[in-house]
């Protein structure tokens, strides 16, 4: 139905928590009433106090237009595809759904708030790192704000002093979101990220190209053991296995990014890594392979060049008690 997702999010009027009563009374009024625009104009002026710009109030009537939720027939407003389906199902999980299938950007944000609790300044600097395209200004964080407070309008993200974090609400959707989201056709995704399938010693799995593009900017897309630095290139390899650990799945601190072929011996038990992120190579593990040789087997004892927290230290401890070898 869209061929392009949105880089832009507009507040809705009636303050930072409230963007989704307010859309529920323009969809009501515009399902009830059909107006022409100026009749809508004149609604919103009525509606919220010190609201009287019209060029303000066509920017999100527009905004709306573009998610699908009003479109115009003739010289009426009506609800648009995505405002009849919302209407119909009165979810607001449907609305998020909508949302972040329309808006670049929204799950990258969960999914890096789920890791620890940022500044406005830190979901800034997040979007625009996982998500180039969107270009706007880092000196101004009013996009990011947007972006914040239609969350905190979903319930999703609270304010705690001046940082943002997940409410558990937000946590049970990223925990859902990486499995949901994971067939995103590319053309739906403008960074040109797409959902990864990646082999492991169980199964192929998909994850949501989001989480995936979150989680190789945490590493500089580069693989830590190979140097790889080509995405494409890359797998998001998991600590805690996504088969026996599902409630890690979604876990920032619970991944790696590793080039497919590391990926596959860390999943074999090949090699490991210790709380200090020591590269740890199984005894047993021999190799005529030159990269792999160079790589891992040389390097045994090494630490990888990865910040401390980056991966949580006891999820590695959890893993390599699993190895016999450790």
């Known amino acids: 139905m869209f061929s392009e997702r949105l880089r832009s999010l ?8 409230s963007y989704v009563k307010s859309l529920d009374s323009i969809l009501n009024y515009a399902d009830e009433q059909q107006p022409t625009t100026e009749e809508l104009v004149g609604w919103h ?22 998610v ?71 000196k101004n964080n009013d996009m990011a704000l947007q972006r914040v407070n239609w969350l905190r309008s979903l319930e999703l993200v609270q304010k705690d002093g001046s940082q943002y974090a997940l409410t558990d609400r937000g946590r049970q959707f990223t ?5 949901y989201w994971s067939n995103t056709p590319k053309s739906d995704v403008e960074s040109s990220i797409a959902a990864e399938t990646y082999e492991t010693t169980v199964t192929a799995r998909a994850i949501d190209p989001e989480f995936r593009e ?16 080509h995405s494409s290139l890359l797998d998001v390899a998991h600590v805690l296995s996504w088969r026996d650990h599902p409630e890690y799945r979604a876990d920032l601190s619970n991944v790696l990014a590793l080039s ?11 090699f490991t890594i210790d709380q200090n992120y020591r590269i740890r190579v199984n005894p047993t593990f021999e190799t005529e392979s030159d990269l792999l040789q160079r790589t891992i087997v040389n390097r045994d004892g090494e630490r990888i060049s990865v910040s401390d927290g980056t991966v949580n230290p006891d999820y590695i401890t959890q893993h390599n008690a699993t190895l016999e070898w450790v």
């Not at 449907?94 to 940022?118: D, F, H, K, V």
């Not at 925990?175 to 499995?179: R, V």
């Open 45 to 66: 002026r009525g509606h919220f106090a010190r609201v009287s710009s019209q060029k303000s109030i066509m920017r999100r009537i527009d905004y709306l237009e573009d």
């Open 68 to 138: 699908g939720l009003l479109t115009k027939n003739g010289q009426h407003w009506t609800l648009g595809p995505e405002g009849n389906r919302y209407i119909t199902d009165q979810s607001t999980d449907t609305l998020l759904e909508i949302m972040c299938r329309r808006n670049i950007g929204l799950r990258s944000l969960l999914y890096s708030l789920s890791a620890s609790p940022m500044t406005i300044e830190e979901i800034s600097r997040q979007q625009l790192r996982t998500h180039t395209e969107l270009g706007w200004d880092p």
């Open 10 to 17: 507009v507040p809705m009027f009636g303050g930072a928590t």
């Open 175 to 179: 925990d859902e979101a990486i499995e």
């Open 260 to 270: 497919k072929t590391h990926h596959a011996a860390f999943d074999r038990e090949l």
């Open 214 to 229: 979150v989680t190789l900017k945490r590493f500089d897309s580069t693989c830590p053991i190979s140097g790889v630095d």
